[in-house]
């Protein structure tokens, strides 16, 4: 029998992914509480979740994963039977000038809510328990030119990020073979779709298109993303929760692998289209830069387990999420203005205060 939750501890729910799924399993789940706790670091905003603010269901909590006793209180106080831990730093790029905080935040975060979930499991307070880690494929390390990330494949991080996810998967999979701690653990590609912070590729192109700006192209621009809409994302970790065998690892991809220098002409041609621009014209801005250290050639996942198992499949095609996600874009670019300008921390205070 599928496990129904009835009250969820999101962490990271004001992030890109960590948004989309509580407007989802808000939505699908009219009857679940679900209580957000996030740090509100330069990723995380409020402005994603003003659909679901005002749900009496729904509750707010600005703190830190790394704090214990906030995560034991929440965890007791309002009888969470499952925990979905998204936040993190997730930038490559920003790991690779500022590796530390990814430890504090991916490693040491996901240890703190482990044992504090252990704690509240053990307790008996709740009748059923679950803790799912979203994790990435990036943990894989890269491919060559051909096969698939099966769940077997063995871990071979290699960018201070993905190592900490690394890191915190491995922990997860310790307390599950060490207590028998009910935990799950996906790992999925690239995602797409609205409020993706523009520091991630497809948004940034986005943006810098829209001002004309130059389009930075990391080296060869021949590296490959296997790229997922963020709602078949979100679908895809509450099958998870909800049926997903404890214990598992299950990876979540789009089957849909993409150069980025294809995807960055498929997104100038796009928005040429859609501004009346000359055709080819923000082709023009396309700037060739020095490589990513380290940077992952290709990754591409193999779903099987999730159709097979699970029955889950993307809904999404790619030119249909692309094409929804630059009209995202265009209407709501006050929400790209803001995030850039940090303009959505006075959101927070008007809304919230200083709490
Ligand atoms: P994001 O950077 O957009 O959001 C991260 C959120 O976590 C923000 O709201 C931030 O404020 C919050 N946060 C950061 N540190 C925190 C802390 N110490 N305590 C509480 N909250 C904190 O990230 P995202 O792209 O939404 O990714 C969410 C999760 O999915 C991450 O675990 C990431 O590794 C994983 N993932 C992302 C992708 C992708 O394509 N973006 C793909 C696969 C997996
Ligand atoms: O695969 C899942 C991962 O996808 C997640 O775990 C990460 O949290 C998420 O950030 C993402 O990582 P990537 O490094 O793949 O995403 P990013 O958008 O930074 O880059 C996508 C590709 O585009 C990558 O090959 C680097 C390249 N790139 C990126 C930027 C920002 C460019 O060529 N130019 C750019 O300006």
Redesign the pocket.
Known sequence: MAFQPKAVLVTGGAGFIGSNFINHFMAANPDCRVVNLDLLTYAGNLKNLTGVEKNPNYRFVKGDVCDGPLVAGILAGERIDALLHFA?E????RSITGPEIFVRTNVLGTQILLEESRRHWQSGLVAGFRYLQVS???VYGSLGETGFFTEETPLAANSP??AS?AGADLLVRAYFETFGMPTLNTR????YGPYHFP????P?MIHNILAKRPL????D?R?V?DWLHVKDHSIAIETVLKTGRLGRVYNIGGNNEWQ?IDIVHLVCDLLDKKLGRTAGESRGLITF?KD?PG??RR?AIDAGRMRNELGWEPSYTFERGIDETIDWYLANQQWVADVTSGGYREYYEKQYGDR
């Open positions: 993190a997730s930038h490559v790029d990435t494929d990036e990020y993905s996810k999925c590609s690239n995602n520091e991630k590729l497809i940034l930075p192209v990391y080296g621009g590296n993303r980025n830069v990513r940077h992952d990754y």
